[in-house]
């Protein structure tokens, strides 16, 4: 089973807690010798999924959506995903430079591409730019993926 991920960066420690326990569920729900996890390993939900597949014995699969994308991600996050890039059994490239919205939507369709699943930790609103995860959503839809919304009951963004 091939499973993508998609989400809302920027969540409260309360959504990221309940957030992570149900993308867990998820992954532990999968077999993991049948289960493919395909990130961009942004922070947040992409890597929250990222080490939740690592976790169960599962096999990982990056997307890196422009070769600017590293730097454009907070310092912070690099450590991680450094570690989750040197566990990734594939890595796919846009063929994209700069880190910007149409690098992030190329992104995000590869993921598509590349998935029987797609979940979205998606709040049900538009994207606020380009790119975004309602994109990556709408995108989804549109080929035909089937995608597996997780977002708690109540939860705001910001």
Avoid: N
């Amino acid at each position: 089973m091939r499973v993508g991920i998609t989400g809302h960066r920027g969540l409260s420690p309360e959504v990221e807690a309940h957030v992570r326990a149900e993308l867990a569920k998820l992954v532990d729900a999968t077999g993991a010798e049948d289960l493919i996890g395909i990130s961009c390993i942004a922070d947040g939900p992409d890597t929250w999924f990222a080490q939740a597949v690592v976790a169960h014995g599962g096999r990982l699969e990056m997307v890196i959506p422009a070769t600017e994308y590293r730097e454009s991600l907070p310092a912070s996050h690099h450590p991680v995903y450094d570690e989750l890039m040197a566990r990734a059994a594939d890595v796919h490239h846009t063929g994209l430079r700069e880190s910007d919205s149409q690098a992030h939507q190329a992104g995000s369709e590869i993921v598509v591409g590349l998935v029987d699943q797609l979940i979205a930790v998606w709040d049900g609103q538009p994207a606020r730019g380009y790119g975004g995860t309602a994109d990556a959503v709408a995108y989804a839809h549109g080929v035909g993926v089937p995608v597996r919304i997780v977002w708690p009951e109540g939860a705001t963004r910001d």
